[in-house]
């Protein structure tokens, strides 16, 4: 691709960019894709088939449906930011973790910053006892679904009972007019240890082989990207050894992964912190047709970023630095999430208009 000297100027609904190249100006439309976990949101009502109860919002006493509005309202203000600085839109797709239900998830659109974009929502009550799901909510003017489904994890524990835990949700659907597919993830947390519970995380990867293998059984050359809560940072075992992902991108082969925060985090970035260990749990991986070949003719990922704007950082106290949450123990603290998102931006060239 000649060389890029600028971004020009932003039109038609800031998804198309003209770059002015070294020899004429060429109009590229940019798509952005994020993945957000939103630290517990639950809603004020107690379900009596889940362990809703030991949620922060359950255990908040006084002005329940008042912290709730708010939380869904600091939500939305990222949610509607996330990529802004380059595309001045916000997400056409985000997968999100950490969800109790469909309801919660029709509340945060319902406010007042994301209700004009006419998001609509695929989501799957999952196993996990706690009740907390993953879903993806999409603006349908972009993004088309034509098939989703969800995948169990089984798992055990050592004395043979059954761990439930999250499924992995499957979407696939037209960008545009581009066939992509998403898997949406929260793996395994890492209770007991993280060298303990590996074997867990390494298994949900395993489970996303197999969804990928399933995929291109119909698309042999298939987009896709894997997002989610790993729990897992790029260098651990579920990624480098069952995943075999790619830290470099000329070393991306046709069947291959790769991971473009595996370098962010040999550099020190993070989405989370715990007990003062950075971790980089969130993240968004892609096939290698996803990968750049410097000619933009068909979608490809410009830019993967992590969204950490300052208002999203705790500026003082005990957890400065943090990632600015929602809730301390069963107080609301007037945060977002304890996790920054995560995004990727696609791009293609716009045909030429005989």
Known sequence: MKKIYGILLLILGFTVIAIQCSSKQEEYQLRTIAFYNLENLFDTEDDFEKLDEKSPMMKITRDRDEIYNKKLNHLAKVIADIGSEHSKSRPSILGVAEVENRSVLEDLLNSPLLKDRNYEIIHYDSPDLRGID???????????????????????????????????LLVS??????????????????RGGEARSSKKREKAAYLN??????????????KVLIMGDFNDNPTNKSFKK????????????????????EKKFGKGFN??????????????????????????????????????PSYLTTKSGKYKGYPHRSFSGSRFINGYSDHYPVYVQLIRKLKTQQ
């Open 134 to 168: 993953v879903a993806l909510i999409y603006q349908p003017t972009i993004f088309r679904p034509i098939h989703h489904e969800v995948f169990e994890l089984k798992l055990w524990s050592e004395k043979g009972g059954r761990i439930y835990t999250r499924d992995q």
């Open 271 to 308: 989405t989370l912190v715990y007990r003062d260990q950075l971790h980089l749990f969130d993240q968004i991986l892609y096939t290698a047709p996803l990968v750049s070949d410097k000619e933009f003719n068909d979608y490809k990922v410009y830019k993967s970023a992590i969204f950490r």
């Open 242 to 261: 069952v995943l075999n992902t790619k830290k470099n991108m000329d070393d991306v082969e046709a069947q291959d992964i790769y991971n473009p925060y």
């Open 209 to 222: 082989q197999k969804i990928i293998a399933q995929i291109r059984l119909s698309d042999a050359n298939a």
């Open 173 to 190: 659907g037209y960008l545009d007019d581009e066939l992509i597919h998403l898997i949406v993830n929260h793996w395994p947390s890492r």
